[in-house]
T-cell receptor, first 111, second 113 residues
Framework: QKEVEQNSGPLSVPEGAIASLNCTYS??????FFWYRQYSGKSPELIMS????GDKEDGRFTAQLNKASQYVSLLIRDSQPSDSATYLC???????????FGTGTQLKVEL | EAQVTQNPRYLITVTGKKLTVTCSQN?????MSWYRQDPGLGLRQIYY???????DKGDVPEGYKVSRKEKRNFPLILESPSPNQTSLYFC????????????FGQGTRLTVV
């Protein structure tokens, strides 16, 4: 079992719709969770971080964490073509500073 | 401006010719790491450093070396590059304490022929 799992996609949504991206992780001791957006050939940029169970909202983005189910998700409301990118889920594991990444979900927002 | 700077951005080299990719951060972060990114495999950690003169292997260290002589710099060394090291490489830095994200450099696209 991979430490951090994501569906590779592509996930296609129409402009203005809600995009839902999911991630599961295997280390129950994980405390910090991050969503990064990565455009092709560019470096990852942080979208959201979440540390406690529940929802965290920032503009059009909402991160959801359920530690009991070992599940973290990212919702993007009012999706725009500029949101088309690969979204990486990252989990801080092992009690240290190591970030373990999922393979990413490619999101395509269609006009 | 807080940043992580990698050089070069693009590099084409031949098998066996030693090369170094530099990484420098201006945020006084303790923790630095190198990742490689390959299609379908995501970002995989090569090496990391918890502070000056403290380095350790990540998940895919074979064929790579690192050093940390100064806090701000963390170069990645390929002593004898091979075609399977063709990849997109990222350097990242993180403050040691606290639940903070990693800051990434711009990336280095390496091709070994």
């Amino acid at each position: 079992q991979k430490e951090v799992e994501q569906n590779s996609g592509p996930l296609s949504v129409p402009e203005g719709a809600i995009a839902s991206l999911n991630c599961t992780y295997s280390d129950r001791g994980s405390q910090s969770f991050f969503w990064y957006r990565q455009y092709s050939g560019k470096s990852p940029e942080l979208i959201m971080s979440i540390y406690s169970n529940g929802d965290k909202e920032d503009g059009r983005f909402t991160a959801q964490l359920n530690k009991a189910s070992q599940y973290v998700s990212l919702l993007i409301r009012d999706s725009q073509p500029s949101d088309s990118a690969t979204y990486l889920c990252a989990v801080r594991t092992g009690g240290g500073n190591k970030l373990t990444f999922g393979t990413g979900t490619q999101l395509k927002v269609e006009l | 401006e807080a940043q992580v700077t990698q050089n070069p951005r693009y590099l084409i080299t031949v098998t066996g010719k030693k090369l170094t990719v530099t990484c420098s951060q201006n945020m006084n972060h303790e923790y630095m790491s190198w990742y490689r990114q390959d299609p379908g495999l995501g970002l995989r950690q090569i090496y990391y450093s918890m502070n000056v003169e403290v380095t350790d292997k990540g998940d895919v260290p074979e064929g790579y070396k690192v050093s940390r002589k100064e806090k701000r710099n963390f170069p990645l060394i390929l002593e004898s590059p091979s075609p399977n090291q063709t990849s997109l490489y990222f350097c990242a830095s993180t403050p040691w304490a606290g639940n903070t994200e990693a800051f990434f450099g711009q990336g280095t696209r390496l091709t070994v022929v």
